[in-house]
C-alpha cells in the first residue's frame, strides 16, 4: 500500500516531491511463499517504488534455507520478473547501503522495486536457539 500510494502521488496527482521508496524486511523463510512470488510480480508489474530486503540467514525456524528451495540464490528470482535483483553482505554495513542506494536510485527513477538479498547469519532465534549456527569465532 505505502509504495502504491508513493506512485499515486507522483504520477496520478502530479506531485514531483512524492519520492518516497518503501522498504520491506523478511527472512529466507518468506520466499518459498506464493505471497512472495505475488507481491514481486504485482510491484513489478505497476513499478513499484519498493525495496524488498530478504535477511537471509539460511535457516527458517528449524529448516535449513538448502532444504527447502530449488535456487538457493533468492536474489535471482527476481529475473522471473524482470527486475532488479542483487547479493550482498549482510554482515557489510558499507555494502548493505552501496546496494541500497542503487536500489533507491532505481525506484526514484521509476524503473520500480528490487530484490535485495542480505546474507547475514543467525545469532539466535526462538525456540530452537542457537545449536551452532554461529560461526566459531564468535
Known sequence: GAAFTSRYRRDALGDSSSNAVTAAFFGDGTCNNG?????LNMAQLWKLPIIFVVENNKWAIGMAHDRATSDPEIWR????????????DGMDMLAVRAATERA????RAGEGPTLLECLTYRSDHGPKR????LPPEL
Open 130 to 133: 542457537n545449536e551452532g549456527h
Open 35 to 39: 505471497q512472495f512470488f505475488e507481491c
Open 104 to 107: 533507491l536510485e532505481r525506484a
Open 77 to 88: 528470482k527476481a529475473s522471473s520478473f524482470g527486475m532488479a535483483g542483487e547479493e550482498v
